[in-house]
């Protein structure tokens, strides 16, 4: 069969893709420096501070990117909707099983959107991605007092003793010392979720890398390449093509 090539990814999510790339890169490594500060000696004033404003406005771009690429899946092309990406629908379990052998087998069969397998993966990464933009922007207030929650926050630590406005990260003499407590142990359990989300993020990120690796080389070249360009080519009929 003669090589054809598809339509499959539109703009939006091929622009979603590379921007949540370099804003997942960018919070992961200041996200580990953060993570071993007192390791590396950073200073919690102006280091700390710092590192975590920049971390705070990385993550209203990754947010926002994400929040736009869950809208769009409401109303984008075929291959960029909630069908195309979420698990189930008819004959999916004999669809994950025909693909699972085939991919073992080296012949998996040739699809133009998510594969069973990927769409479970990448479902699951979807859900890490909200679990850790979700903690992402309360700790932005809990830990410098950004928004959303930062004047909040600054009310609550400032308890009746303090003045909200002079509240500053890392300066113990202007908050109350029992609220800046209670504030922060309602923290404790949401940075424990912000840190094993992440491990587990880049553990599930870290397979999806490899396993596109893996496809490109068995479909041709054509997995990676169509992240840039939006269009696969192949010389088998995809089985997911449209009527």
Known sequence: ???TEYRVWD????LF???NFLAVLALASIGIVILFADALGVPNDPGMILLKTTHVYVGYVFAVNLAWRLLWAFFGGRYAR?????????DFGRKLG????????GDAPFYLGHNPLARILLSLVVLLLVVQAATGLV??????????LGGAMREWVAGETHDPELV???APETVDPNAYAEMRAFRSPIVRIHEYNFFLLIALIAIHIAAAVVAEFREGGTV???MFTGRKVHDREPVDLEP
């Not at 909630?82 to 629908?89: F, K, S, T, V």
């Not at 700790?139 to 959303?148: C, E, R």
């Open 1 to 3: 069969m003669a090589l």
């Open 11 to 14: 703009r939006t999510q091929r």
């Open 17 to 19: 893709h590379w921007v």
């Open 82 to 90: 909630w069908g195309a990406l979420l698990p189930g629908g008819r």
């Open 98 to 105: 025909e693909f699972v052998r085939g991919f073992v087998r």
């Open 139 to 148: 700790l932005a207030g809990t830990d410098v007092y950004m928004p959303p």
């Open 168 to 170: 500053r990260p890392y």
């Open 224 to 226: 990676i390449s169509a």
